[in-house]
């Protein structure tokens, strides 16, 4: 074996290929081929979209083990270990199944002497991992979320027997465009022809629904052929290919993505019922408003980081001072130097009493000095920056017990908070 241990394997990997991102299908394709997995037995789900993808997974994993499959998930990034990307039956696969995966990969990159080996980045390696490890278990399904875009993204070369798209926003400009026409053209390219195409994105781009014609896909769209609505602080309903649930308890996460879940497992012969509404409601997903209890204070990290995404989150903040009138909100945020600070800062600023900024050890990140201009742009002050532990602990002094602390901004930013909050602990908290 090349490596003897998971951590070694994604040092190597970490520096393997010249580029980090490096979209295109050629190479993954021909080295799936060399090892057989390019057509699975299982069936296979894909869910890309700018936000929503995660909970979009996890909700349509959860239904299909609930309606008896035995099923693969991959996501990605990780917030604590990597196993936790390759999940079957919602257990993270030991180090040892991705140790056994990257050498086949490996061997099979380097098969066909004299020729040039096939170089592959970490997130191909990690992808076709994934697909290794369910072939092996025979898993029922698969459910596999986009890395990036979709078109061009390492988990399209599985022809989906289910295609999901969450949401279209203005995200990874230099790889995808800088409008929501053309992005929503590249998230497109996971739809297949005669299989269902499902978005559940309010507006989906002309592009987008020419590509479902263009592709001979049997489209899905929210608002024609399933729908949602929040009927209060506690209930919603939906409709679809299933038919229509009134007064159904209102799940945490994101209800497009829950909707498209429901309208996907619809096609794959699962009988929507009641009791999958009340599967729905107990959901959560760590780093997506994730609850924790923490010095007499409630803490909720997400891991929104475009717009679109705090935008979201700002609905459950606002929600949750209706509930807690009186209570403080005190912010940490630390963010990529490639996004949208601004816009994303914007959201929350009507409902924030104080910042502040944590510089993490991530080349990608911007500085607190960068962030601070942002806020001071807007109109505000922050009121500390460092790192993760110093921050929190500047929040403390500035809150006091029953106050609420935001973290936000990417999953490093909630991957540093947890090592604070719950060290040790994987997925911590609600």
Known sequence: MMFDSLAAWLEWLENCHPREIDLGLERIRLVAGRMGLLQPTARVVTVGGTNGKGSCVTATAALLRAAGYSVGVY???????????????GEPVDDQALCNSFERIYACCHANPPAEPISLTYF?????AALDIFRARSVDAMVLEVGLGGRLDAVNILD????????????????LGDNREDIGFEKAGIYRAGRPAICADFDPPQRLLQAIIDLGAKGYLRGKHFDYHQEDTNH?????SAGHFEHQPLPQLPL??????????THLGVTVTPASFALLAELRVPGRFQHLAWQGRTVILDVAHNPAATLHLAKGLSDWRNTNPGARVFAAVAMMSDKDRPGSLANLQALMDGWLLVDLDIPRAASSEQLRKNLQDLGFEPLASGKMKACLQAL???SVQGDLLVVFGSFFTVAAALEVLAPGVDGAGQ
Do not use: C, F
Not at 82 to 89: A, G, P
């Open 396 to 398: 403390l002094q500035v």
């Open 75 to 89: 996501t990605s990034p990780h917030l604590r270990v990597y196993n936790e990307r390759v999940t079957i039956d």
């Open 160 to 175: 989906a027997d289910i295609s999901v798209i969450t949401s279209i926003d203005i995200d990874h400009k230099d790889w």
């Open 124 to 128: 191909e390696y990690g992808t076709l």
């Open 256 to 265: 497009p993505s829950m909707a498209a879940a429901l309208e996907a497992v």
């Open 236 to 240: 919603w309903r939906w409709s679809g």
